[in-house]
């Protein structure tokens, strides 16, 4: 029976085992919406192309296969280029759907029109526009092949509004999955006398492409080896905070005694990650091109080993083959010592620190990780309070940190909205910044169109908080163009039909937390503290006195 290319595609959707899609609706792609209908697969309508666009990247960013998003043409795809930048970034698995101007009116300048391969041709992996309805399976195949190989990335596929209502004689197409291309056994051999040579060895874990049993096997292999563990910006999810290997985070505000253990190695072994800006301390942990002490790159992405730095070894392998492969070497003697790096991290994380003002956003973190389960998820945006969670959150567990690696705000509350409709019987908790917040806050209102009660903390300092950092370090005494004036955010979450508490004093933290669990609506917590308090380590004030002396 001949069907339409919308229904190809749709088709394809299922057979490569998508179960939802986000989206916000669009005439230039009204067959798929039609064609989703009777589908079997859910559709989350969102409020802006933005956070549909990061709501896919998260569920791609946890779940390991493409998060699927379906945005209209011109303003629409535009909108999405925000959640398209994070996958790039943090190499995660996507692809976007946008709708496009008919065939025969392109190159007109068309209403809406755009030339999608210019617009999203450096920041995905794959953009093609489908003009034959025959090869329809074909192009959706191949976004999901390319969107999960090698380094994951997002793929942009633009749809003309009259190619999709046209009969299409496409065969569907098999399920794609990539191989976990594995270390060769010389590559391990050499990584083995390597880390027998070692005196000093650390491991960095980080990037995507990994699974609960691939972060369970590398800790379990650091721990036989005695190999301090630390993860990269963001990705602290991948080793369990407890585990007596973990030595803490590289990212915004490390552990100085974590950043001196890292350059006093004489062994790095990086598996998964990139060595991006943040982590490598913008590019000092490491001498470009040629570090300082012997480094061992694990990457799935050829392209990337040995683009900035060059390792004395590279391993081409993707994180959970190299971890399974890990099993095979044997130690050289007793393992080294843990003691010492893992207590570095329980001290700089055990205790709160002091913090001008009526709240103390470390006592609140530190509430947190007590009261909450371990397979709780938190999902954060950008900005200066997100180093409170870096600190003070313990992270248990695989994939209950979803954040951007690149710092892109107004992550929070999308990725929160699709973690809990992936975990529906798991607590979400997104937490942002005012500034941070209003950027995509309207999509609290799809929280509460399905029933989802996360619970969002809004931490409200009055101003872009990173940004005045910034300005008090390079222009002390001048603040310009960084105060916020917001609205009661408490307010807002009960006139979108949820749950909203206002927090101006720490003791007042728990209680409020409590009772927007116990509400089950989507909520919101406006906790107000003060803007001097910017960092956990550091205040205004004393930012602005170092510049001026400076």
């Known amino acids: 029976m001949t069907r339409s290319a919308a229904q190809v595609l749709v088709d394809q959707l299922h057979i490569q085992g998508v179960s939802r899609v986000f989206c916000v609706p669009g005439e230039s792609y009204l067959a798929v919406l039609d064609a989703l209908r009777d589908s079997g697969i859910k559709v989350t309508v969102c409020r802006n192309e933005g956070g549909a666009a990061m709501m896919a990247e998260a569920h791609g960013k946890v779940t390991g296969r493409p998060g699927i998003c ?21 190499s995660t698995p996507m692809i976007l759907f946008a709708g496009q101007v008919e065939t025969g009116n392109r190159g007109r300048g068309a209403f809406q029109e755009m030339d999608f391969g210019a617009v999203f041709g450096s920041m995905t992996k794959f953009t093609a526009e489908i003009d034959d309805p025959d090869r329809m399976a074909e192009y959706v195949a191949g976004a999901f092949t390319a969107a999960m190989s090698g380094r994951p990335g997002p793929v942009v596929l633009a749809l003309p509004h009259d190619m999709l209502s046209r009969p299409s004689a496409s065969k569907d197409a098999a399920r794609v999955a990539v191989p976990e291309t594995a270390p060769g056994a010389q590559a391990m051999a050499e990584l083995e006398k390597l880390i027998a040579q070692s005196a000093r060895p650390m491991l960095l874990l980080g990037g995507s492409r990994w699974n609960d049993e691939a972060c369970t096997a590398i800790l379990r292999f650091a721990q036989k080896f005695g190999i301090p563990v630390a993860t990269s910006f963001r990705r602290a999810h991948l080793a369990d905070a407890l585990h007596p290997a973990y030595a803490g985070d590289l990212g915004l505000g490390p552990n100085p005694k974590l950043v001196a253990r890292f350059k006093a190695s004489d062994l790095v072994i990086v598996a998964g990650a990139r060595l991006n800006e943040l982590t490598a301390q913008g590019y000092t942990l490491l001498d470009i091109p040629d570090p300082q002490m012997k480094t061992v790159h694990v990457y799935p992405g050829a392209e990337e080993i040995g683009r900035v730095w060059r390792p004395h070894l590279a391993i081409h392998a993707s994180p959970q083959a190299f971890a399974a492969a890990l099993d095979n070497l044997s130690p050289p003697g007793p393992a080294r010592d843990l003691t010492a790096a893992h207590q570095g991290y329980l001290d700089w994380s055990e205790q709160p620190v002091p913090q001008p003002g009526a709240v103390n956003l470390s006592e609140i973190m530190i509430w947190l990780r007590s009261h909450l389960s371990p397979d709780t998820i938190l999902c954060n945006g950008a900005g200066n309070y997100a180093a409170w969670i870096h600190r003070f959150y313990r992270f248990r567990r695989f994939a209950t940190q979803v954040a951007p690696i690149c710092g892109f705000m107004g ?6 909205v699709a973690m809990q409709q992936l975990h529906p019987g798991r607590t979400v908790v997104a937490l942002a910044g005012d500034g941070d917040f209003l950027m995509t806050g309207q999509e609290f209102a799809t929280a509460v169109q399905y029933g989802l009660p996360i619970i969002v903390i809004v931490y409200d300092n009055g101003c872009y908080g990173t940004i005045r950092m910034h300005q008090e370090r390079e222009y002390p005494g001048r603040v310009y163009g960084t105060d916020l004036v917001n609205p009661d955010f408490a307010a807002m979450a009960r006139s979108f039909g949820g749950f909203g508490a206002t927090v101006e004093k720490t003791e007042d933290f728990a209680p409020a937390f409590l009772a927007a669990q116990a509400s089950r609506l ?9 803007a001097e308090g910017i960092t956990p380590m550091t205040t205004l004030a004393a930012i602005r006195k170092k510049a001026m002396k400076a």
Do not use: C, E, M, W
């Not at 989507?522 to 003060?530: A, Q, R, T, W, Y």
């Open 70 to 90: 379906f945005v209209t043409r011109g303003p629409g795809a535009t909108n999405a280029s925000g959640g398209v930048h994070i996958a790039q970034q943090d």
């Open 522 to 530: 989507p909520s919101i917590l406006h906790v107000k503290f003060d």
């Open 411 to 416: 992550y929070g509350v999308p990725a929160a």
